[in-house]
Every structure is written in structure tokens, then in C-alpha cells.
């Protein structure tokens, strides 16, 4: 995974949770899901998300795992 | 049978956001209909909710929100608490349609985009009973919770099923009321091919004239307590809700019954609930929708259930200002009926002008008129709704 890929996935999340009525102030990679009140609805508008922008499909399992904003980034990235 | 107060209302509606301005709106002659049709132009759901709370919820939720925090407000209940164990506090909301908008929204992502676009947000913002569910997690009510689906009668059978909660002893307090949006382009061509839109553009309840409803939006909320809890805690009661009757025509999906046969036995249900006799009544808010045959056919059914009193009552309809607001029109309409009774005034069925041969009631036509109070006794009226389906419903409301 290339600094570029990692830039435009961090860009599309970052943008998706803002869209999703979290204060931009609060998104930053180290932030926790919980602490920005994203639920298991928000998780699945952002795994169709991850899904349109790169083609990633983001199982049950895997949405589990993540626990802050990089993780996210960190996995989808990982698997474009 | 345990006694059901009102300690809240809420509205949003056409004529603005609050049931106030509602009732001070309507009984000045003013209308909320605009080009032929009635949408709450001045709510603005981000005044209520968060960004995050507006996007997971249908404009008819919204609505629904916006009127259940001013209805908790005049209960003086506070944000997120109440005075009731939480599990005895229930939410029955009524809604003819549910989130329209949300569904055509997502339709047309399936049909240009594909299965995979349709959002996962879409089961959760259009279903029926999302609005009585989203008011349950934001006031924080575990009892009864679910939605009333009755077209045009929801928002009333939603107050009747919620009394009777509160009457059998299953909940201590009830939020309850309407709501609907469904200002859509599919929701107004449905209307329109069914011929029940008015071509003319205007709301003119009973008038001979009259060719249609004006399709309207809005939600109304009310608190609803039992008796002694309610002034055992010190609550100013608005209203008690004395009767109410539920009946169903059988006799065609959307024409009432020309007879007026299973109105009238709804309004005769709710009277005897209520242990009154027509004459007590000092006002009678009407479905009134301004279609050829709901405002004759609930003409005839006020006389048939209130015999002679019917001529000595003021009949007025709200949706002469606001049009129809589908499922909310009835509890709108019973908020509606409260405000007046309680301003002792009876608001104007605007636009009537002609009369019909037979429809010889007294629809208050134009301004509002004080009411005809005798003694000190409290105030009585009538709210009427009536639903595509055949449905019924008829309210007794109090006001000392």
C-alpha cells in the first residue's frame, strides 16, 4: 500500500464520518469508533462506502476489529 | 376506569412550528396552504436535532421529534428524564404512510444504481413505526411502544389506543399523536389518480364548491397521564381525554359509507365512553376534508349520532387552514380541539362560502366565534377522523 492509496482512503472516511454528523474536529486517526458515537448502522453505510470508492467489502468480522478511525483506513487500504 | 390527562401538547404544522401558533393562526383566518398544497415551510428539523439525529430519521420522524420535545417541555418533564418509572411510560404514534420519501429515495438508487447502493439507513427511517420508536429512545420510554396504521384515522386511533393503555393500568403515561410527510412526488400522484386532490387548489370544507383535500404535512404530540399521578406531581392538566370510539365502515377501501352509518357509530362510541349526551357538547371539530363525499357523509352522521343537538353545535375544520395532514390529522386535530376549547372560542372553517342542500350545519364559516358557554361547568368537544379503509375514530375531550 502506497502513502497516496493511504491519503485518498483516510480522505473518503474522514469525509464519510463527517457525512455521517460527526464533528470534524473530533475525526482524527487515533480517535476511537465509540468515542464519535459510530454505531453498527454507521459501520455499514461506511463498508458500502468502501465498497463503491475501492471495491473493498468489509465483512462482520472485520468491522469488529476495527476500534479507531485507523483502523479502519489501515484495513480498507490494506486490501486495495 | 383510571382517568387519562393531557399535560403536553406539541405541534408542527403548516401554519408553524408549535400548537400554539396553530390554534392563534387558525382562529385569526389565516392559512398554511400555499399553490395547493400545505408543507411545513417553517421547520427546519436542525433547530430540533443534531446533524447526526436528522440524517437517521424520515422528515416524518422529524416532525414527530420536533413536536414530542415541545409536548414533553409543557408536561415538565425534562430532557432525557420523566416522573415515571421509565417502563410504564409508553410511545403510540399513528402515521398513514410512514417514510415515503425515505422509500423513494432508496427506490431510485436500486432502479440507477444498483441493489448495492440502497442505503442501510432506509429499512430503519421508513418503516411505519419509526417514529413512535425514535420518540421512545429520545424521552426515554420502555413500555408499550409501537405504530398505528389506520390512513387518515391514525393520529386519533394512536390518542385512543394510548388512553386505553393508561386505563387497563399498562403504562402510567403515554407520548402519543401523528405524524406524516408524504408531500412526494409518488405520495401526490397516487392522491391525484385517485381524484381525492383538489383541482381547484383550495380547502373549502363543506362548501358546495368543494372538489378535494389539500394535501398537508406536520405531526402532533401529546402527553398523556394517568389522573392522580399527573396531580400528585403537581402537572397543570390541559385536558382529559373522556371518550373514544373506533369503528370501521366495511363497506369500501376509500369511499365512506354515503349513509355516514359507521362515523356516526365511532362518535356514539366515544359518547357513551365519555357517559355524555350530545347536548353536553360545545364543539365538534370535524374530519372535514373538503371532499365531495367524506363532508357530506360526516354531515349525516353528526345527525344521525347527535340527533337535534347537531344543529346547536359550532362545526369547524382545521383543515380549512392547514389541509390534510393524513395520519397527523387527527392528533393535530384533537390538539387543535383542546387549544380552542381552553381559548373558549371556536376557530373558523375558512373558505365556505356556498351552501349544499343538506349540508345545513353550523361550520362557523370565515371567523371564529366565541363559544356558547352556559354555567361553569367544564367544556366538551368532539374531533373527528375517519380513514381510507373505512376507518373511524372519534375523541371526547374535556377542558375545565
Given at each position: 500500500?502506497?502513502?497516496?492509496?493511504?491519503?485518498?482512503?483516510?480522505?473518503?472516511?474522514?469525509?464519510?464520518?463527517?457525512?455521517?454528523?460527526?464533528?470534524?474536529?473530533?475525526?482524527?486517526?487515533?480517535?476511537?469508533?465509540?468515542?464519535?458515537?459510530?454505531?453498527?448502522?454507521?459501520?455499514?453505510?461506511?463498508?458500502?462506502i468502501?465498497?463503491?470508492?475501492?471495491?473493498?467489502?468489509?465483512?462482520?468480522?472485520?468491522?469488529?476489529?476495527?476500534?479507531?478511525?485507523?483502523?479502519?483506513?489501515?484495513?480498507?487500504?490494506?486490501?486495495? | 376506569?383510571?382517568?387519562?390527562?393531557?399535560?403536553?401538547?406539541?405541534?408542527?404544522?403548516?401554519?408553524?412550528?408549535?400548537?400554539?401558533?396553530?390554534?392563534?393562526?387558525?382562529?385569526?383566518?389565516?392559512?398554511?396552504i400555499?399553490?395547493?398544497?400545505?408543507?411545513?415551510?417553517?421547520?427546519?428539523?436542525?433547530?430540533?436535532?443534531?446533524?447526526?439525529e436528522?440524517?437517521?430519521?424520515?422528515?416524518?420522524?422529524?416532525?414527530?421529534?420536533a413536536?414530542?420535545?415541545?409536548?414533553?417541555?409543557?408536561?415538565?418533564?425534562?430532557?432525557?428524564?420523566?416522573?415515571?418509572?421509565?417502563?410504564?411510560?409508553?410511545?403510540?404514534?399513528?402515521?398513514?404512510?410512514?417514510?415515503?420519501?425515505?422509500?423513494?429515495?432508496?427506490?431510485?438508487?436500486?432502479?440507477t444504481?444498483?441493489?448495492?447502493?440502497?442505503?442501510?439507513?432506509?429499512?430503519?427511517?421508513?418503516?411505519g413505526?419509526?417514529?413512535?420508536?425514535?420518540?421512545?429512545?429520545?424521552?426515554?420510554?420502555?413500555?408499550?411502544?409501537?405504530?398505528?396504521?389506520?390512513?387518515?384515522?391514525?393520529?386519533?386511533?394512536?390518542?385512543?389506543?394510548?388512553?386505553?393503555?393508561?386505563q387497563?393500568?399498562?403504562?402510567?403515561?403515554?407520548?402519543?399523536g401523528?405524524?406524516?410527510?408524504?408531500?412526494?412526488?409518488?405520495?401526490?400522484?397516487?392522491?391525484?389518480?385517485?381524484?381525492?386532490?383538489?383541482?381547484?387548489g383550495?380547502?373549502?370544507?363543506?362548501d358546495?364548491?368543494?372538489?378535494?383535500?389539500?394535501?398537508?404535512?406536520?405531526?402532533?404530540?401529546?402527553v398523556?397521564?394517568?389522573?392522580?399521578?399527573?396531580?400528585?406531581?403537581?402537572?397543570?392538566?390541559?385536558?382529559?381525554?373522556?371518550?373514544?370510539?373506533?369503528?370501521?365502515?366495511?363497506?369500501?377501501?376509500?369511499?365512506?359509507?354515503p349513509?355516514?352509518?359507521?362515523?356516526?357509530?365511532?362518535?356514539?362510541?366515544?359518547?357513551?365512553?365519555?357517559?355524555?349526551?350530545?347536548?353536553?357538547?360545545?364543539?365538534?371539530?370535524?374530519?372535514?376534508?373538503?371532499t365531495?363525499?367524506?363532508?357530506r357523509?360526516?354531515?349525516?352522521?353528526?345527525?344521525?349520532?347527535?340527533?337535534?343537538?347537531?344543529?346547536?353545535?359550532?362545526?369547524?375544520?382545521?383543515?380549512?387552514?392547514?389541509?390534510?395532514?393524513?395520519?397527523?390529522?387527527?392528533?393535530?386535530?384533537?390538539?387543535?380541539?383542546?387549544?380552542?376549547?381552553?381559548?373558549r372560542?371556536?376557530?373558523?372553517?375558512?373558505?365556505?362560502?356556498?351552501?349544499?342542500?343538506?349540508?345545513?350545519?353550523?361550520?362557523?364559516?370565515?371567523?371564529?366565534?366565541?363559544?356558547?358557554?352556559?354555567?361553569?361547568g367544564?367544556?366538551?368537544?368532539?374531533?373527528?377522523?375517519?380513514?381510507?379503509?373505512?376507518?373511524?375514530?372519534?375523541?371526547?375531550?374535556?377542558?375545565?
Amino acid at each position: 500500500m502506497t502513502t497516496e492509496t493511504n491519503e485518498k482512503v483516510q480522505k473518503v472516511v474522514f469525509d464519510a464520518l463527517e457525512s455521517f454528523g460527526v464533528e470534524s474536529a473530533g475525526i482524527s486517526l487515533e480517535a476511537s469508533l465509540e468515542s464519535l458515537d459510530i454505531d453498527s448502522l454507521d459501520m455499514a453505510e461506511l463498508s458500502q462506502i468502501a465498497d463503491e470508492e475501492f471495491g473493498v467489502a468489509l465483512k462482520s468480522d472485520d468491522v469488529k476489529s476495527i476500534k479507531t478511525v485507523g483502523d479502519a483506513i489501515d484495513l480498507i487500504a490494506g486490501r486495495i | 376506569m383510571l382517568e387519562v390527562v393531557v399535560t403536553g401538547v406539541g405541534a408542527v404544522t403548516p401554519l408553524g412550528v408549535g400548537a400554539r401558533t396553530l390554534h392563534e393562526r387558525w382562529t385569526a383566518g389565516e392559512s398554511g396552504i400555499a399553490d395547493g398544497e400545505a408543507p411545513c415551510s417553517a421547520f427546519d428539523p436542525l433547530d430540533t436535532l443534531s446533524r447526526k439525529e436528522a440524517r437517521r430519521a424520515d422528515r416524518f420522524s422529524q416532525l414527530a421529534v420536533a413536536a414530542s420535545d415541545e409536548a414533553m417541555r409543557e408536561a415538565g418533564w425534562g430532557a432525557g428524564e420523566h416522573p415515571y418509572d421509565a417502563t410504564r411510560v409508553g410511545c403510540i404514534m399513528g402515521t398513514g404512510i410512514g417514510g415515503l420519501s425515505t422509500l423513494e429515495q432508496n427506490h431510485e438508487e436500486l432502479r440507477t444504481r444498483g441493489a448495492g447502493m440502497v442505503s442501510p439507513l432506509s429499512v430503519p427511517l421508513m418503516m411505519g413505526n419509526a417514529a413512535p420508536a425514535l420518540l421512545a429512545l429520545r424521552h426515554g420510554a420502555r413500555g408499550p411502544c409501537w405504530g398505528v396504521v389506520s390512513a387518515c384515522a391514525a393520529g386519533a386511533n394512536a390518542i385512543g389506543a394510548a388512553a386505553r393503555l393508561i386505563q387497563h393500568g399498562d403504562a402510567d403515561a403515554v407520548i402519543t399523536g401523528g405524524a406524516e410527510a408524504a408531500l412526494t412526488p409518488l405520495s401526490r400522484a397516487s392522491f391525484e389518480a385517485l381524484g381525492a386532490v383538489s383541482k381547484a387548489g383550495v380547502s373549502r370544507p363543506f362548501d358546495a364548491r368543494r372538489d378535494g383535500f389539500i394535501m398537508g404535512e406536520g405531526a402532533g404530540v401529546l402527553v398523556l397521564e394517568e389522573g392522580n399521578a399527573a396531580r400528585a406531581r403537581g402537572a397543570e392538566i390541559l385536558a382529559v381525554v373522556r371518550g373514544y370510539g373506533a369503528t370501521c365502515d366495511a363497506h369500501h377501501m376509500t369511499a365512506p359509507d354515503p349513509a355516514g352509518d359507521g362515523a356516526a357509530r365511532a362518535i356514539l362510541a366515544a359518547l357513551a365512553d365519555a357517559g355524555i349526551q350530545p347536548g353536553e357538547l360545545d364543539y365538534v371539530n370535524a374530519h372535514g376534508t373538503s371532499t365531495p363525499l367524506n363532508d357530506r357523509s360526516e354531515t349525516l352522521a353528526l345527525k344521525l349520532a347527535l340527533g337535534d343537538a347537531a344543529y346547536d353545535l359550532p362545526v369547524s375544520s382545521t383543515k380549512s387552514a392547514i389541509g390534510h395532514l393524513l395520519g397527523a390529522a387527527g392528533a393535530v386535530e384533537a390538539i387543535a380541539t383542546i387549544l380552542a376549547l381552553r381559548g373558549r372560542v371556536a376557530p373558523p372553517t375558512l373558505g365556505w362560502a356556498e351552501p349544499e342542500e343538506g349540508l345545513d350545519l353550523d361550520y362557523v364559516p370565515g371567523v371564529a366565534r366565541p363559544l356558547a358557554v352556559t354555567g361553569d361547568g367544564p367544556l366538551l368537544g368532539l374531533s373527528n377522523s375517519f380513514g381510507f379503509g373505512g376507518h373511524n375514530a372519534a375523541l371526547v375531550l374535556e377542558v375545565a
